[in-house]
Nanobody, 123 residues
Framework: QVQLVESGGGLVQAGDSLRLSCAAS????????MGWFRQAPGKEREFVAT????????YYTDSVKGRFTIPRDNNKNTVYLQMNSLKPGDTAVYYC????????????????WGQGTQVTVSS
């Protein structure tokens, strides 16, 4: 079993930066592919970013490419979502997720989910 705890959400202005953290416990994070998803009000949850076990390979949804990065520190069993140049359209609850094997872009691939952290971007 894997437990994921997100932190770092909050209220920021457009153009600001924010870093979300996701701490994993119960299993060494270096064995897990990790991802971030988000759900805006009234919308379905969508993929944001993913990283493989070693941290070498990453993939992003088009709307965040060039603005978000997903570094990980396996020594700390933590994955991050560094969000720069935030826009009001980035407002959502952000969820961290983990899976065995490599990275993935589909919700159904992930076995473990955090509780979510709210990010609100004002204009």
């Amino acid at each position: 079993q894997v437990q994921l705890v997100e932190s770092g959400g909050g209220l920021v202005q457009a153009g600001d930066s924010l870093r979300l953290s996701c701490a994993a416990s119960g299993r060494t994070s270096s064995t897990l592919g990790m991802g971030w998803f988000r759900q805006a009000p009234g919308k379905e949850r969508e993929f944001v970013a993913t990283i493989n076990r070693s941290g070498i390979s990453t993939y992003y949804t088009d709307s965040v490419k060039g603005r978000f990065t997903i570094p990980r520190d396996n020594n700390k069993n933590t994955v991050y979502l560094q969000m720069n140049s935030l826009k009001p359209g980035d407002t959502a609850v952000y969820y961290c997720a983990a899976k065995g094997g490599s990275y993935g872009v589909r919700e159904g691939e992930y076995n473990y989910w955090g509780q979510g952290t709210q990010v609100t971007v004002s204009s």
